[in-house]
T-cell receptor
Framework: GESVGLHLPTLSVQEGDNSIINCAYS??????FIWYKQESGKGPQFIID?????DKRQGQRVTVLLNKTVKHLSLQIAATQPGDSAVYFC???????????FGQGTELSVKP | GAVVSQHPSRVICKSGTSVKIECRSL??????MFWYRQFPKQSLMLMAT?????????EQGVEKDKFLINHASLTLSTLTVTSAHPEDSSFYIC?????????????FGPGTRLTVL
């Protein structure tokens, strides 16, 4: 079925380095994408979103890139900090009544 | 600050009992809320869409008679796990969308950890 997947289940980076988390989606009708951060034992926290009419959006230390040609989404975190350690999920939404489809998640570990 | 709350945060119950989980939208009226289940080291799986004033819409494979959803007001949705069994042990998370359209962003509650003995 339709799904959103990730290339890397785990990612370990050094504090201060940049992190890139990738996501592939298969539903070409999806027009809205969101990145969430989930810390252990907590609910997902909104990080950044992007609509399909854009290919790049920047926030504070985070950038989301969307490549609709290859159905690829990425989250870049600049100057990664220990507090960024968490599981990151991408999610997609299309004409489905607001339903979100989540990817499998990438666990980011930041080494001090 | 938090826009969605859940109660309780943790619950342990005996097999065969029923457990009710509350989801409240704190800053916004929400005609639509969503209930997810998450097993350890796995992604969120949508269980059902909770609609204020009408029946919930369940995802394929989710038993509606086992997971009862009530959305009686614009700020409260409840999920009742009936006759819980150990395989129902999971992390249950709700989310909400704004009353008005314009965005599909969902804001999530802190989750409820259910352990069935």
């Amino acid at each position: 079925g339709e799904s959103v997947g990730l290339h890397l289940p785990t990612l370990s980076v050094q504090e201060g380095d940049n992190s890139i988390i990738n996501c592939a989606y298969s539903n070409s009708a999806s027009d809205y994408f969101i990145w969430y951060k989930q810390e252990s034992g907590k609910g997902p926290q909104f990080i950044i979103d992007i609509r399909s009419n854009m290919d790049k959006r920047q926030g504070q230390r985070v950038t989301v890139l969307l490549n609709k040609t290859v159905k690829h989404l990425s989250l870049q975190i600049a100057a990664t900090q220990p507090g960024d350690s968490a599981v990151y999920f991408c999610a997609e939404s299309g004409n489905q009544g607001g339903k979100l489809i989540f990817g499998q998640g990438t666990e980011l570990s930041v080494k001090p | 600050g938090a826009v969605v709350s859940q109660h309780p945060s943790r619950v342990i119950c005996k097999s065969g009992t029923s457990v009710k989980i509350e989801c409240r939208s704190l800053d916004f009226q929400a005609t639509t809320m969503f209930w997810y289940r998450q097993f350890p080291k796995q992604s969120l799986m949508l269980m059902a869409t909770s609609n204020e004033g009408s029946k919930a819409t369940y995802e394929q494979g989710v038993e509606k008679d086992k997971f009862l959803i009530n959305h009686a007001s614009l700020t409260l949705s409840t999920l009742t796990v009936t006759s819980a069994h150990p395989e129902d042990s999971s992390f249950y998370i709700c989310s909400r969308r704004p009353l008005a359209g314009g965005t599909d962003t969902q804001y999530f509650g802190p989750g409820t950890r259910l352990t069935v003995l």
